[in-house]
């Protein structure tokens, strides 16, 4: 059973926090907007730009985190690596400025992320990540944020995760189910225990295109909707 589907948990559309995802993908652009709870004063923007290359692909983005008055910018580039059938490896250096309406000399930031994916069989895989959250900026750029998820194909059209997030030294439990439908539906649900305790999020395939809808919810702000739109070549 050979299984060629790829999470949107692990996949382009979660670059910032692991630049190996997606690394058997095509030549591939993506935009992300998130309206976070409702609030037209709190809104998150993303580009994205990720090209084939021989044994690995070269990523770069722009996101931007909040409003007028406060906000978190980071610029990105990165690369990714076939080490091995098994092995991928990823490597980015994010610069992350952020804006303090009415303050001069705003803080910035320069940060390694470190991607490690390994697929033991057809049916495991394991996800690394090391990176930093880009909230806190009194770190000097050290990441402060570590991921690590395995992931167990249970058929043709499912598979479901189970892994551990450590950020804001707090560290959260995650399960999610994935679901498959042909090669232009994915679905995943996912139950943490964070503040943002579910989250749900589907894509669909048409031609070159992919859209991804996805929304959380937190316990006290309540939901957030993210859009996003992918081109492939």
């Known amino acids: 059973m050979v299984f060629s589907q790829e999470p ?10 692991n630049p190996a995802f997606s690394i058997n993908e095509t030549n591939l ?3 992300l907007y998130e309206n976070k709870f409702l609030l ?9 730009l990720d090209i084939k290359t021989k044994d690995g692909r070269i990523n770069m983005h722009f996101g931007q985190k909040g409003n007028i ?17 098994k092995l991928n ?33 057809e049916l495991n895989s394991f996800y690394f990540s090391i990176y930093n959250s880009g909230i806190i900026f009194h770190n000097n750029g050290l990441p402060n944020s570590l991921i690590i998820f395995w992931n167990h194909q249970v058929n043709d059209n499912s598979s479901f995760s189970l892994g551990s997030i ?9 399960f999610a189910f994935h679901y498959f439908y042909m090669d232009s539906v994915k679905l995943t649900f996912e139950i943490n225990s964070s503040e943002i305790p579910v989250n749900f999020a589907i894509t669909c395939s048409l031609k070159s295109f992919e859209f991804l809808l996805e929304n959380n919810y937190h316990q006290k ?12 070549w």
């Open 166 to 174: 450590t950020e804001k030294q707090m560290i959260y439990a995650s």
């Open 40 to 48: 037209k004063e709190w809104n998150n923007k993303l580009i994205g």
């Open 29 to 31: 652009a993506y935009v």
């Open 89 to 121: 490896l990823g490597l980015s250096v994010e610069y992350t400025f952020f804006h303090q309406r009415e303050i001069k000399n705003n803080p910035a930031l320069l940060t390694p992320t470190f991607g490690i994916n390994f697929k033991q069989s």
């Open 221 to 232: 702000l309540g939901i957030s909707n993210q859009i996003g739109l992918a081109y492939k």
């Open 69 to 85: 008055n406060f906000s978190s910018n980071k610029t990105s580039v990165g690369y990714a690596q076939k080490m091995s059938p």
């Open 8 to 17: 949107i948990q692990f996949s382009f559309w979660n670059k910032e926090i």
